[in-house]
């Protein structure tokens, strides 16, 4: 499908709308490179913000006095609001522009990251975190949406790429900048650090970015729309941040996908009937469309679901501190830095296909690798699988992205940019409840037999119980006090059960993975790129 848009490109005091030919004499505003850049700083901050946290929890929880369920609440309530509110922020984008929806979601995501810093409750830092998470949604989809009307059909991929790399090495940098930060600064740090680096996205934004609105933009909002949406969103992370605690076959677990899945087709009911749909349901007549989302939930179930265990397995099996693991983790940040631009310019050479499906067999040999690693495995062996990982996501990152906002039209950027990033939250989501389950039922089954072949004293249903928990992240239920070898015999016991675990895991992300090369085949380049033919120099 193609549309055919005008671009109204507005900054402030403009009084007339300006094309393209129109760029030379804007000076600096609205130069492609630099949209890029400033994009890039407040796009670093929500993708920091995922990972970097979980190394302050800890912190967090002796020093507020809060409960392993509150704790997890820090990570869940950011990820939840994110993915309940991209694609209406996108729509937000498309409706009233992306540069003040772009702004006012840094500025938010500043100042709820400050606030945090400056809370004395746990209660306090989770309401911040809900509302980090939605200015996050805020800004990330308008972020794509600017470099697509931006970039001209030629550079785009490559202004993705670049996109890319920034996200995948602030989520894979965090776990080490917050180790930094907690260790030699405090917990609080991990959050003030937002706010400069907010005033430094405003400043550039305000003095670089320009407003590209398209001319046939969406003129109301489809609030049903939005109303069942959400609700169906929040009922499927919902069911999957809880599944783990209820378990899989609770009918808490099961009510909340059934709730979600008629909330879904409710959904796609309405937006039939609606005259302007917050999604219209036309634009997954574009099969490359919607093979992209597809792709880009796999790619996250594989990835996100899989490194959730490895972090893991280098911690709590090798013992390393949470510095030195994400240290061990710079081949996959390395390979996604270098792998992501270098992408973009394939991409644009030869079509997505082949880059899409040559990353995704990688992600599956990698998969594979990590399914065979072992207590004593070595570091170079680790960060070639890590180093192949980072080699076969960058693509897929790139490429999908670019299929998915590519194949949409220019009016409707915003939200192909939020069905994007909603396709990567539930996808991680997913991932880790998934993968979490197939972890526990490994432990579960092959803990007793490890226990009583080791000659260890039996356990009662309860100590079974908490000893499986314990395992599952790779942990020993060595109590204090307890007799050297017989903690040595225990220890042994629970990695090798964890790893047997982390195996059946990471076999199944493999899976994953091969299953997502065939969806790759079914993407080609996006028919509508040159909608937004770039305003400003190349």
């Not at 570091?379 to 670019?402: C, D, I, K, Y």
Request: neutral net charge; proline residues 5%.
């Amino acid at each position: 499908m193609t549309s055919q848009t005008t671009i109204d490109a507005r900054g402030p005091g403009d009084k007339a709308p300006a094309g393209p030919s129109d760029g030379p004499g804007r000076g600096l505003r609205g130069h492609p490179w630099l949209t890029l850049f400033t994009v890039a700083v407040g796009v670093m901050m929500v993708a920091l913000d995922g990972t970097i946290v979980a190394i302050a929890n800890p912190v967090i929880a002796r020093d507020l006095g809060a409960t392993f369920a509150e704790v997890q609440w820090i990570t869940n309530s950011y990820f939840l609001a994110l993915a309940v509110s991209l694609i209406t922020a996108g729509k937000l984008g498309d409706r009233f522009g992306h540069r003040q929806t772009f702004l006012i979601g840094v500025v938010g995501f500043a100042a709820a990251s400050g606030a945090i810093g400056l809370s004395d409750s746990i209660a306090a830092v989770i309401v911040f975190r809900i509302l980090q998470g939605l200015f996050g949604a805020l800004l990330m989809p308008a972020a794509l949406g600017l470099l697509r009307a931006t970039f001209p059909a030629e550079k785009l991929n490559m202004a993705i790429g670049i996109w890319g790399m920034v996200i995948g090495a602030s989520t894979a940098g965090g776990p080490i900048l917050g180790g930094v930060l907690v260790e030699h600064v405090s917990w609080q740090s991990v959050f003030f650090i937002n706010v400069p680096v907010g005033v430094v996205a405003v400043a550039l934004g305000v003095w670089i970015l320009l407003d590209h609105r398209a001319e046939n933009r969406p003129r109301s909002f489809d609030l049903p729309g939005i109303a069942l949406l959400s609700g169906a969103m929040f009922c499927l992370v919902w069911a999957l941040i809880k599944a783990p605690a209820w378990g899989w076959g609770d009918l808490k677990t099961w009510g909340f996908i059934v709730a979600s899945v008629v909330g879904f087709l409710i959904f796609a009911f309405w937006e039939t009937r609606v005259r302007e749909p917050l999604i219209p349901l036309g634009m997954f007549r574009s099969v490359a469309l919607s093979a992209g989302v597809v792709l880009m939930v796999l790619m996250a179930i594989a990835f996100m679901g899989g490194l959730f265990f490895v972090t893991f397995y280098l911690q709590n099996v090798h013992g390393m501190s949470p510095v030195d693991a994400g240290l061990h983790l710079l081949p996959l940040t390395g390979m996604m830095i270098v792998g992501s631009p270098l992408a973009g310019a394939v991409i644009t050479k030869i079509g997505p296909r082949i880059p899409l499906a040559g990353g995704m067999a990688l992600t599956a040999l990698a998969m594979f690798g990590l399914s065979t690693l072992e207590k004593d495995t070595g570091s170079g062996l680790m960060s070639l699988w890590f180093a192949v990982l980072g080699l076969g996501l960058a693509p897929v990152m790139v490429g999908a992205t670019e299929v998915i906002v590519g194949n949409a039209p220019m009016e409707l950027s915003g939200v192909a940019g939020g069905l994007q990033q909603s396709a990567m939250q539930v996808g991680g989501s997913l991932g880790t409840a998934v993968l979490g389950a197939v972890m526990a039922s490994k432990v579960g089954s092959d803990l007793p037999a490890n226990w009583a072949a080791a000659g260890l004293p039996p356990l009662t249903p309860e100590q079974s119980a908490q000893a499986s928990e314990a395992v599952q992240v790779g942990v020993a239920p060595v109590a204090p006090g307890m007799p050297e070898a017989l903690a040595a015999k225990i220890t042994d016991v629970a990695h090798d059960t964890f790893l047997s675990g982390m195996s059946m895991a990471s076999l199944v992300a493999t899976g994953v993975a091969a299953v997502a090369v065939l969806v790759a085949f079914l993407t080609k380049r996006g028919e509508n790129a040159e909608a937004g033919a770039g305003v400003g120099h190349i």
